[in-house]
């Protein structure tokens, strides 16, 4: 894990003290050192002197920069699921024009270089892990996307006159944004549980298709269903 990513989370949990580069180095091996224990067991069953040994630090200096084991977790997932939410908002305008792939790979990319990290998607800590970060993309996605104005443009451009209630594009968006949210972070935990077989390149091309297509269309498509233009049976 770089000391740029554990700088970003030390400084958002101590924002009037700045860590410094003995700090931020501090940091990286104990929680280099917690992710090596968590390949291997449980966090329940990870002790902090195991931990201190493991990244030859001492017990107090531990206590000088989380409250215990659990609160150390919940750092580490906070950062992930910060610079995630930071990737995703960098690609904001490319997302309403529906182009995913730019995304994708930052995001494939970014995780194939933080292997240890990423690999808790399919350790002992994986589900708590997963949850989070679909919650986190979804999140994002609502943030970034405004449904009305991207189901008039695709209206427009089909040559439709553009007209949706604003409740019957929220709740189509709600439910889409779940399904593309997960589909994303099951894609990812599967391609690490297959041991990252398949290039960054082949993953953001597949990815960012399948995305493609239950996007913006795809919205638009839906909102006939819930507005009741098209039989809910077809």
């Known amino acids: 894990m770089s000391d740029a990513i554990v700088a970003k989370t ?23 050192a917690m992710l090596k224990l968590l390949e291997r067991k449980p966090l329940n069953k990870i002790s902090v002197t195991e931990l201190t040994e493991l990244a030859d630090v001492n017990r107090a200096t531990f206590y000088a920069h989380y409250t215990d084991i659990y609160d150390m977790f919940e750092q580490i997932k906070a950062e992930l ?20 792939r730019p995304l994708i790979r930052e995001i494939f990319e970014f995780a194939d270089a933080h292997e240890h990290l990423f690999s808790l998607l399919v350790g002992n800590q994986g589900d708590a892990l997963y949850a989070d970060l679909i919650a986190a993309v979804e999140r994002q996605l609502v943030r970034l996307v405004d449904p009305i104005a991207a189901a008039e443009q695709h209206d427009r451009s089909l040559g439709a006159a553009p007209a949706h209630n604003r409740s019957a594009v929220e709740t189509v968006r709600t439910y889409q944004f779940a399904y593309l949210a997960g589909g994303i972070v099951n894609v990812l935990q599967a391609w690490f549980q297959r041991g990252r077989r398949e290039p960054v390149d082949f993953m953001a091309s597949m990815v960012a298709t399948t995305t493609r297509m239950a996007g913006i269309e795809s919205l638009t498509l839906n909102l006939r269903l819930v507005e009741g233009k098209e039989d809910i049976r077809a």
């Not at 699921?81 to 995913?100: K, P, V």
Request: glycine share 4%; aromatic share 2%.
């Open 81 to 100: 699921i910060d610079t995630l939410g930071d990737i995703i908002a960098r690609h904001g305008e490319e997302i309403s024009q529906a182009e995913y």
């Open 10 to 32: 030390a400084t958002e949990a101590k924002p009037s003290k700045p860590l410094d580069r003995r700090a931020r180095r501090t940091r990286a091996m104990l929680q280099e």
